[in-house]
């Protein structure tokens, strides 16, 4: 009887033992895995691999950082790098920091500036003397404040995934065609709002980051001052002076900071001039595929949003409600 209790015993053990390897059985590998540098680029990709069998869209953690210029890959993201098919860039010199990994890498590359028409970085932080202190490159990297670029960069991707997917490219195709539809509303529901409340124009936009050249540009919006200011490095005594001057001469009653970015010295300027201070969004993070909350490409509405602060900075708060 006992030789019997002890057997059961052992086969109750040894079937606990393997019941972990012969239970469910654990996901499968993807067959392609896109890794994207940036959180536009991932929005894209996300909704042109949508219901694409085997699919991975992954994100480095780049919207972590107030500016890519300094970013670090973290392990998490060196992990992701080795296990691409795809790496889809911004371009425009933003990924300086993956140059080596790049170099050890065998994925396609996609380069999602590919067409776009670039403009040059206008501003740069400076040093007490008005020196360039830090170096942001040539080219303005933040192209996908224009809705325009948005749709070129949603199409270098469909380009590349169909290249290196060829058996799924009428899949990525139809995406694609969702997904510029997409795009094409936010436009045109952003034009709608900035012809509506806003038909002449304004007298000039001052943003405490450099990023809205683009946005400006797309929404005819003269750019008075765009002065890139980081947490913990506030902007020069010479800047200050300037925009103050400015929002003087103006009449400008909002000056915006980016979300998530420094604004003491907009709170500074406001204290000095009495316009008040507003944020607007570069779309740089956001919930992942994996929340709830995550829209995908519909994601890309944020832009509505900029222009709804700008409305509401300029003619008051609440003309636009938010929604």
Not at 24 to 34: G, I, N, S
Not at 58 to 74: F, I, K, N, Q, V
Not at 123 to 139: A, L, P, Q, T
Request: charged content about 25%; proline content about 4%; hydrophobic content about 40%.
């Amino acid at each position: 009887m006992k030789k019997g209790i002890l057997f059961g015993i052992l086969t109750a053990l040894l079937v606990l033992l393997v019941l972990p390897f012969c239970g469910t059985p654990a996901a499968e590998k993807p067959r392609l895995t896109v890794v994207c540098a940036t959180y536009p680029i991932y929005l894209f990709a996300s909704s042109l691999a949508e219901n694409v069998d085997g699919v991975a869209v992954e994100r480095l953690d780049t919207g972590t950082a107030s500016c890519l210029h300094d970013y670090t890959l973290s392990m998490a993201d060196m992990k992701k790098l080795e296990r691409a098919d795809i790496i889809a860039l911004n371009g425009a010199g933003l990924e300086e920091f993956l140059e080596d990994a790049l170099a050890a890498s065998d994925a396609q590359v996609i380069d999602c500036s590919a067409g776009v028409e670039l403009l040059e970085n206008l501003s740069h932080r400076h040093d007490g003397d008005g020196h360039d202190s830090h170096d942001h490159g040539h080219w303005d990297p933040h192209y996908w404040m224009d809705p325009a670029n948005a749709r070129i960069m949603a199409d270098n991707l469909r380009g590349g995934m169909a290249l290196t997917d060829p058996e799924h490219a009428g899949e990525y195709e139809a995406n694609a065609v969702k997904t510029e539809e997409i795009l094409l509303q936010v436009e045109k529901d952003a034009r709608e709002l900035m012809e509506r409340y806003l038909p002449q124009g304004v007298p000039g936009l001052i943003t405490f980051h450099d990023g809205f050249q683009y946005f400006a540009r797309a929404f005819h919006l003269p750019l008075l001052a765009s002065i890139e200011e980081e947490a913990g490095s506030e902007a020069s005594a010479r800047e200050i002076v300037e925009i103050t001057r400015l929002v003087k001469e103006y009449d400008i009653p909002v000056i915006f900071t980016e979300v998530n970015g420094s604004d003491a010295t907009a709170r500074a300027i406001s204290r000095e001039t009495g316009c008040r201070v507003a944020q607007l969004t570069m779309i740089m993070d956001g919930p992942d595929a994996s929340d709830p909350e995550f829209g995908g490409v519909a994601h890309y509405g944020q832009l509505r949003w900029d222009v709804r602060s700008i409305i509401n900075g300029f003619c008051g708060e609440g003309t636009v409600p938010n929604g």
